[in-house]
């Protein structure tokens, strides 16, 4: 979006300050938020992954895609609609510099409700379970963050002005923002209905497989190495216990 957004109305549609709170949003709090999720009973049914697998597998893969595809159809819907669908005030401009201010904090705005709420869908990913609100209250701590989330992202938007170059939104706009945002949610549900097989054949960043014997023949030598390593070290410790005892004696025959 920042590419798509700069190629086409030259400009840049988010800062580096919102930049910046949009990374801690997305890598740092959702990771913090997402991995302290307790294990359910259903870990023990699942099969163990074997030694050739991807890391990122086709449900990561499902997933990825299609929350990608509805936040950059709705994000390219702020950005180039026309100002009367949103009720856009272009008097504002003049204060940022020609900057359409209203346009982009909505922009912002989505962006960052969509990543919350991405992150509360992003909780169950199996195709069983289909509600991402089931254990609502297990885990203090991902809501906490979340709220924190939030009340920043508010309290830019009211009082952040020309420090994160951001302006006051009307209720309806902001009404719009959180109908984006929850709509990822069901479109999430959706997504999840999708068989996981059809994105089997995706392989980006896959490892190449090795084969058995070269598998197997690398173990064996790793295994050989350290032996090798610790039969030297005893033998060593060994030898120099012997050269300390025949010391003593020769001190104690003079």
Partial sequence: MSVLGAAVTKEAPLTSIQMLWVNLIMDTFASLALATEPPSDRLLNRKPYGKRESIVNSIMYRTVIGASIYQIAILCLILFIPN?????????????????????TMFFQTFVLMQICNSISCRKL??????????????SLFWLINLIEVGVQYLLILFGDKFAVVCELTVWQHIFCWIFALGGMIVAIFVRTLPSKWFNGINIFAEEGIEEE?????IASKLRRKSSIRIGSVYDENHENKRSVQKRLSVFKE
């Fill in 84 to 104: 009367r669908v949103f009720e856009f005030d272009d008097s504002l401009d003049e204060e940022y510099e020609g900057r359409p201010i209203q346009r982009l």
């Fill in 214 to 218: 070269n598998l197997d023949e690398t």
């Fill in 126 to 139: 199996d195709e069983v379970s289909l509600n991402p609100f089931s254990g609502l209250f297990n885990n």
